[in-house]
């Protein structure tokens, strides 16, 4: 397999299973603790307007709904972690893929808080980091912990690609 190819479909494996990672840590925090986690039809909801020129929102639980709204915040979800195990390999190399180490990905994985910060958050109307949420603290330190989760994924995704995809 070309370099190109192997690229693609390491990131594609990488990225689905970090993120996947990341939806069983919040399942585990929903059935342990009863702590919710993000509603991806609000995802999908958002993008949905788009073509309608809205990229903000004051509150995007009381948006209007779009039709196939979950279906298209589930993928766009997926999508975006793939994206960025695309934007790890890219930085780190296909290498880093062929022979994950830890680091990079944790580092890849806590920065990608950035996005729901100062993106999705203040669009959805929550502010820049939950600034306008009841407890901004306890948002931010939800968040942080799931994009650490993410960056474990990367790493154990990274690691059983290299497996099932030796060079």
């Known amino acids: 397999m070309n370099e190109q190819v192997e690229f693609v479909v390491r990131a594609a494996a990488i990225g689905t299973g970090a993120t996947a990672v990341m939806d ?99 669009a959805f109307g929550a502010g820049i980091a939950a600034s306008k949420t009841p407890n901004p603290n306890t948002a931010r330190l939800r968040g942080l912990m799931t994009h650490l989760s993410f960056g474990i994924g990367l790493y154990v995704a990274a690691l059983l690609s290299a497996l099932l995809f030796p060079v």
């Open 24 to 122: 069983l840590w919040g399942l585990f925090l929903k059935r342990a603790f009863a702590i919710p986690s993000l509603d991806y039809a609000w995802v999908g909801r958002w993008i949905g307007h788009f073509p309608r020129g809205r990229f903000a929102h004051a509150n995007i639980a009381q948006a209007p709904r779009i039709r196939g709204e979950t279906p298209i915040g589930w993928v766009a979800h997926y999508a975006i972690g793939i994206v960025f195990a695309a934007l790890l390999m890219g930085v780190w190399g296909l290498d880093w893929a062929r022979h994950p180490t830890l680091l990079p990905a944790l580092l890849v994985g806590m920065s990608t808080v950035v996005a729901p910060f100062f993106i999705m958050q203040p």
